[in-house]
């Protein structure tokens, strides 16, 4: 008698911590929605089909497949809105959302959604832009450029929205001109900016490595100042920094790439696609086929790092725009 | 001469049974979406690109290519029959179309017309497209905000026409164009505009769900009031020989499709401006010429001016896409995405790294145009039969149609609510008799005359004179200048009696 009870009681109280084991190991059980904000072909699409290519590829998802979904209604803010939003359960550990630094500043300078409503899962990436010259261009370098702007010429600067403009505003107080001396055209995408300098329309743009590329190994832009602390690599080496063209200091706003999560995912699938995404960066397909080929920097962080980081830059950005 | 070597290479490799594969279906399906109202080549692409990641580039940009390029043809299809444009350039379609169509119980003959016209347009444009891709790229690089401005407000200028009998009535829907084309976030400033607190509206109105909803779910609101009247036409008198056109209409669609294919391709070059920006210029540029039946009455002309500039704007889109790497549109933003997932590189070297890819692809046109003509032909008896369905089943199927084709714009229910409203508002429109053209047009071309508006001020710096100065606008601001002022300067003239006074028919 007292052999059973005691054998009954055992049992209930494995029973009782059993599923805190299993909640440790967290597997895929369906198929995962990854949420991309902005539209097909671009930048971020390419950036999240090519991680769950590689993904699939490496058999890091138990075989589920990963359905990718664009969802680009109010400039992105739904599709973030509603990830943000997905009730705790399997759903919340099967969604992914693309997230940004160029997808952080217009939510919370626009809406009232903040990081705290995601669970942060990496960071896999950061960029940064330089300033480039056309074949049409009055400057040859930047040295050129701060010297007429001084003598009173005006010089137009093209770049894209989002990250380039905080670029722009940081490079502007840096050298101490006005808007009217330097200014700054934002375009939709990089590509409507450099289309714009490739005419001679203006004098300079501002863009990621990865876009200006293919017009920098033809001849037809030049870079002529790295927005960077150190010289970038490769055709981009003859940029120099600020610092090395006067009395400034090295101007950058490292624009970084990461995935995050609804707010309601568990620790453990946190835990689980921060472990993947790391296996990812440390791929070679990785670094061949997109970190190389797009010319960013690579820059693992994992879930809890990220949260951090991207707190940090949120609070930093909130105070900027006067928050 | 090279190039046209490069062509025939070209073809050598589209007559791979891959390729032809590949272009045979690009087109049919693009027929068929091009059809289908509310989807459009861009959800078409889209849709499509993923399933092609793994395909062999040259294959996959022949099928997409096919795809984008026949779903202009199909885009008159429910243009002409229904009144509903099939994607967006088939807007300017419908106001001739559709009453060729039913008020002139002629849609074989539409529908041939808007074939024909599309295959002239789409060939001119490729032709030049070959020999002069790379150039005209360049040229189209030389248009920049400031001649763009000058332009748009020389495009602008038709509107003074397009409002028909009640200018006033004109100028309130043009307004109105421009403060919904307003809604949504300003690129240039970074702050929405309009969006009252909500979140979708933060990325404006969407256009495909509006325009289906204004053009073409208004139109079934008002087949609905017509259920119970039998179908128009009779079946009997539709085949494809009653479909012939007479020879004097051949000779008449003739001029304005070689002038539309000229126009639309070089629109198509232009940075920011597509097929639909392509198909109004073409239409309001009609105004200027010749037509023996006035426009928005069903004339030859109508059609073939718009149809013609529609394919030729998406033949000249390739050319800045090949040649430069820049994408002329939504949906060649798409195609230079799946460039660069097939792992080329678009860009000015292209043509010099992969020219068995470019030119295999100019080549797959002009076989793609072939194709989508003989497909298009030879399906318009079916298409006529359309017409004699019994209208109370037509409407929910078209209703579906304009549901499906708004939810795929953005995969959420609001291009579908967006579409509603849009169909009441145009409804209440056509019953109050607003045409829809004047809005239609500020809806378009605002946003494009706007950002670059403001962009050439911040490049001059708020100062006028640069319109002035630059040639390209100076030549259109003349241009403007002369029609503004031509009225006036006709009295005087006919006062002093060197001109007839025209009598009034």
Same mark, same amino acid.
């Given at each position: ?26 597997? +895929? ?29 490496? /058999? ?42 160029? /997808? ?84 939709? !995408? ?46 981009? !080496? ?23 999560? +609804?707010? !309601?995912?568990?620790?453990?699938? !946190? ?23 797009? =010319? ?8 809890? /790092?990220?949260? =951090? ?15 | ?37 509310? @989807? ?132 309130? $829907? ?32 969407? %256009? ?16 609905? &009031? ?124 292209? %043509? ?67 579409? %509603?409203?849009?169909?009441? $508002? ?42 002035? &100065?630059?040639? @390209?606008?100076?030549?259109?601001? @003349? ?12 009295? %005087?003239? @006919? ?11």
């Amino acid at each position: 008698m007292k052999k059973g009870i005691i054998f009954i009681v055992s049992l209930l109280a494995i029973a009782m911590v059993g599923p805190l084991f299993a909640q440790v190991a967290f597997l +895929p059980s369906q198929n995962i929605e990854w949420i991309v904000t902005s539209s097909p072909g671009g930048g971020s699409d390419i950036y999240t089909r090519i991680i769950a290519d590689i993904m699939t590829r490496m /058999d890091l998802v138990n075989a589920k497949t990963i359905l990718v979904n664009n969802k680009t209604d109010g400039g992105g803010e739904v599709g973030r809105l509603s990830v943000s939003r997905v009730a705790a359960g399997k759903q919340a550990d099967h969604t992914l959302l693309t997230f940004n630094s160029g /997808d952080l500043m217009p939510m919370v300078a626009n809406t009232a959604n903040r990081i705290e409503n995601f669970t942060p899962i990496a960071i896999m990436a950061v960029d940064k832009q330089l300033l480039y010259i056309g074949e049409k261009s009055k400057y040859k370098t930047f040295a050129e450029v701060i010297t007429a702007v001084k003598s009173g010429a005006n010089v137009v600067i093209a770049g894209s929205k989002g990250d380039d403009v905080a670029t722009y505003n940081l490079l502007l107080k840096e050298l101490g001109f006005t808007e009217t001396q330097l200014a700054f055209i934002t375009n939709n !995408a990089t590509s409507d900016a450099i289309t714009s300098i490739l005419g001679g329309h203006v004098d300079l743009v501002m863009s990621k490595p990865a876009a200006a590329d293919q017009y920098v190994q033809a001849g037809k832009l030049t870079p002529v100042l790295a927005l960077s602390k150190i010289r970038f690599t490769g055709n981009l !080496a003859s940029a120099p920094t600020l610092s090395e063209i006067g009395p400034y200091n090295d101007v950058e706003y490292p624009v970084w790439r990461g995935v995050v999560g +609804p707010k !309601a995912m568990s620790p453990a699938a !946190a835990k689980y696609w921060s472990c993947v995404f790391k296996t990812v960066s440390e791929s070679q397909a990785w670094k061949v086929d997109y970190i190389e080929k797009f =010319k960013l920097q690579p820059f693992y962080l994992n879930n809890e /790092d990220a949260k =951090k980081y991207m707190t940090e830059y949120q609070y930093n950005y909130l105070k900027s725009i006067g928050k | 001469m090279d190039n046209l070597n490069f062509l025939l290479q070209g073809f050598q490799i589209v007559f791979s049974l891959q390729n032809l594969a590949a272009t045979l279906l690009g087109c049919i399906l693009g027929l068929i979406i091009g059809a289908m109202p509310g @989807i459009g080549s861009l959800a078409g692409c889209a849709l499509l690109l993923p399933l092609t990641y793994k395909f062999n580039p040259t294959t996959a940009i022949i099928m997409l290519g096919g795809l984008y390029y026949s779903n202009m043809y199909g885009g008159a299809f429910s243009a002409i029959l229904f009144n509903i444009p099939g994607d967006t350039p088939a807007i300017m379609t419908t106001l001739d179309g559709y009453p060729m169509a039913t008020k002139k119980k002629r849609p074989g003959q539409a529908l041939s017309i808007s074939n024909i016209s599309s295959f002239v347009g789409g060939l001119i444009g490729m032709v030049i497209l070959t020999f002069t891709g790379p150039v005209l790229a360049n040229v189209g690089l030389s248009f920049g905000p400031v001649e763009m401005t000058a332009l748009l407000l020389f495009a602008m200028t038709s509107i003074g026409w397009l409002v028909g009998e009640n200018p006033v009535k004109g100028l309130m $829907l043009t307004l109105f164009g421009m403060l919904v084309a307003s809604m949504g976030m300003d690129t240039l400033s970074g702050s929405p505009r309009y969006d009252f607190g909500n979140v979708y509206l933060l990325g404006g109105v969407p %256009f495909t769900p509006f325009v289906i909803g204004l053009v073409g779910f208004s139109q079934v609101i008002m087949l609905m &009031e017509q259920r119970n009247i039998a179908p128009q036409l009779v079946a009997d008198k539709l085949t494809l020989r009653d479909s012939m056109l007479s020879k004097n209409e051949a000779k008449r669609l003739v001029m304005p499709s070689i002038r539309g294919g000229l126009l639309g391709t070089f629109v198509g070059v232009l940075p920011g401006a597509g097929a639909t920006a392509a198909s109004i210029m073409s239409y309001s540029a009609q105004k200027y010429f010749k037509s023996e039946e006035p426009l928005g009455t069903g004339a030859v002309e109508g059609i073939a001016a718009c149809e013609s500039a529609n394919n030729g704007a998406a033949a000249g889109a390739f050319a800045p896409l090949l040649a430069l790497g820049i994408p002329g549109s939504g949906t060649g933003a798409v195609l230079l995405g799946g460039l660069m997932l097939w792992g080329l590189n678009p860009g000015p070297l292209l %043509f010099k790294n992969s020219p068995d890819f470019a030119w295999g692809l100019i080549a797959s046109l002009f076989l793609a145009n072939f194709i989508a003509l003989t497909v298009s032909w030879g399906v318009i008896p079916f298409l006529i039969k359309i017409l004699s369905v019994p209208t109370k089943l037509l409407i929910p199927c078209i209703t579906v149609v304009c549901i499906v084709g708004s939810y795929s714009t953005s995969n959420s229910m609001y291009g579908v609510i967006v579409m %509603f409203i849009s169909g009441i $508002l145009g409804y209440i429109m056509q019953k109050f008799d607003y045409s829809y053209a004047p809005l239609l047009l500020a809806f378009v071309l605002s946003p494009m005359l706007e950002s670059n508006m403001r962009k050439a001020f911040i490049i001059s710096r708020g100062s006028v004179r640069i319109f002035l &100065e630059k040639p @390209i606008s100076l030549a259109f601001i @003349i241009a403007i200048a002369c029609i503004a002022l031509f009225p006036i300067v006709r009295y %005087f003239l @006919i006062k002093a009696g060197l001109m007839k006074k025209k009598t009034a028919k």
